[in-house]
């Protein structure tokens, strides 16, 4: 096996065994050239790849890096042919070194520094090595989706506040500081600059900003849901990327309100299907909402962390 550093020319090689990985795992997901562009091309992300003794791309990880916090955050993705248990090893031990020596080298002196990595919770050939070499399961997180065939009613936002579309040259800031402020005691949030965010989330490849709503109480932001489409690969689902109530106007049943407006929207606009993912363990209830909205878990993942250096 040889182990190099991502370079552009690889990408369309990448996006290719990235969705064969997919497939691999029963997922629907797929990425293309232009998100997968646009994900790489964020400071402190870091992608390698792998290749076989033929020269062919057979699996890849991916770290982001909170060096404040000595954290990195990664994924990892092979194709089912080279799922064998020497593969995984030597791609969990890659990803390891690589994330000790770019935090060694980033993170103030004597920070503990972690590591985090998400697995499907079908994937046990993967969980298993996982184990083997000491990780921890620390959190899982759902995707959850619903069917939009019935007309879906809309209850009424909470007495004082107003729903309206997002309007990108009046609303950007705000919602970033909203969308900052609401996910702030999240676990494992970081801080995300504004100009991150705008890339990550307002400028993502494919993504229509009219499908956001956001709730407001005068002029202040009470809770917003940035939705987005699926995807040319999954065309009859509708993403909510994004579902955030400021704690001011929390149990008042604006979280629920903003849900089922933006299934309603979907609807409209033709989508079948509402998806989400979220944190198992979300301390705001939310997996409780959205089972209340009619939707349920399809799939599952499992984050595990292996402490690098130190104690946390």
């Known amino acids: 096996m040889m182990i190099r ?33 646009h994900r790489i091309d964020v400071p402190l992300f870091e992608m390698t790849l792998m290749f076989d003794a033929d020269g062919q791309m057979i699996a890849a990880s991916g ?43 980033l993170a103030p002196p004597d920070t503990p520094l972690h590591l985090t990595v998400f697995f499907k919770s079908t994937a046990d050939d993967i969980l298993s090595a996982v184990a083997e070499r000491g990780w ?5 997180f759902y995707r959850m989706q619903t069917p939009l065939r019935d007309p879906v009613a809309v209850p009424p936002l909470p007495d004082g506040l107003t729903l309206r579309r997002f309007d990108r040259d009046r609303d950007t800031y705000a919602v970033y500081e909203a969308n900052q402020a609401a996910f702030a005691e999240h676990w494992g949030r970081a801080e995300i600059s504004y100009d991150e965010w705008q890339h990550l989330i307002l400028n993502r490849p494919g993504d229509d900003n009219s499908m956001w709503l956001i709730a407001w109480d005068g002029d202040q932001i009470a809770g917003f849901c940035l939705n987005r489409p699926g995807g040319t690969h999954i065309p009859d689902l509708a993403w909510v990327g ?65 402490v690098l250096r130190g104690t946390i």
Request: with cysteine; hydrophobic share 40%.
């Open 136 to 140: 921890t399961h620390v959190r899982s």
């Open 5 to 37: 550093p991502y370079t552009p020319a690889d990408l369309d090689a990448l996006v290719e065994m990235l969705n064969r990985a997919y497939a691999g795992f029963g997922m629907e997901a797929r990425t293309t050239p232009e998100i997968l562009a």
């Open 63 to 105: 770290c982001d890096y909170e060096p404040d916090q000595g954290a990195a955050v990664g994924d990892i993705n092979l194709i089912p042919e080279a799922r064998t248990p020497d593969v995984i090893h030597a791609l969990l031990a890659q990803i390891e070194a690589q994330a000790v020596a770019r935090l060694e080298a």
């Open 242 to 306: 994004s579902l955030g109530v400021l704690k001011p106007y929390r149990k008042r049943g604006l979280g629920y309100a903003l849900l089922k407006h933006s299934f309603k929207l979907f609807q409209e606009r033709g989508f079948a299907r509402a998806g989400l993912g979220v944190d198992g363990s979300n301390e705001t209830g939310a997996v409780g909402l959205y089972e209340r909205a009619g939707m349920s878990v399809y799939l599952q993942f499992l984050y595990y962390r292996k």
